[in-house]
T-cell receptor
């Protein structure tokens, strides 16, 4: 079942912060976050595992609340390069070896 | 991160013809590769899981006879769209899985 991302779109000025959420109706084993620029392939940002720690990649961090079956991606002091569509991909259990179901995407636009 | 290539990057073909798309993992061996389809401004939809040395596992609703997948070696998986129709026009992306998924650059197929 496809996870639900919110918001669908965000518009920011450079330096502002944003939060993107990814919710599932089923229990999750892991959540993966990717960013895709127009016409390009998705680029991996980070993985969050059940029982794992909050992850960080430069000024982007993410958390995983197992009870709520939700992950959040935090973009701090956004840069122009952060613009793109962000997808979360969820894994139901650890036996599917990377088989992910992706959310519908959140379009992030950062203006100067 | 690991590098995954796809060939061709763009292909235009006539209705009724078959098109083969190659996905290669350049610097690691991938026992599992995934094939996705993406429509404009939409999410990635998993089509099938390609397993080296065995048959691919198709997602519900994906015609295995139309989308032939062969995973002949640990570095190469191919997707053949047989008897292509205009509704098969899409962006096809492969990924190779290690811990995370590394995506190829995608192939844009246009069927006239």
């Amino acid at each position: 079942q496809q996870p639900v991302q919110s918001p669908q779109a965000v518009i920011l000025r450079e330096g502002e912060d944003a939060v993107i959420n990814c919710s599932s109706s089923k229990a999750l084993y892991s959540v993966h976050w990717y960013r895709q620029k127009h016409g390009e392939a998705p680029v991996f940002l980070m993985i969050l595992l059940k029982g794992g720690e909050q992850m960080r990649h430069e000024k982007i961090s993410a958390s995983f609340n197992e009870k709520k079956q939700q992950s959040s991606l935090y973009l701090t002091a956004s840069q122009l390069s952060y613009s793109g569509t962000y997808f979360c991909g969820t894994e139901r259990d650890g036996t599917s070896y990377g088989k992910l179901t992706f959310g519908q995407g959140t379009i992030l636009t950062v203006h100067p | 991160g690991a590098v995954v290539s796809q060939h061709p990057s763009r292909v235009i073909c006539k209705s009724g013809t078959s098109v083969k798309i190659e996905c290669r993992s350049l610097d690691f061996q991938a026992t599992t590769m995934f094939w996705y389809r993406q429509f404009p401004k939409k999410s990635l939809m998993l089509m099938a899981t390609s397993n080296e040395g065995s048959k691919a596992t198709y997602e519900q609703g994906v015609e295995k006879d139309k989308f032939l997948i062969n995973h002949a070696s640990l570095t190469l998986s191919t997707l053949t769209v047989t008897s292509a129709h205009p509704e098969d026009s899409s962006f096809y992306i492969c990924s190779a899985a290690q811990w995370e998924q590394f995506f190829g650059p995608g192939t844009r197929l246009t069927v006239l």
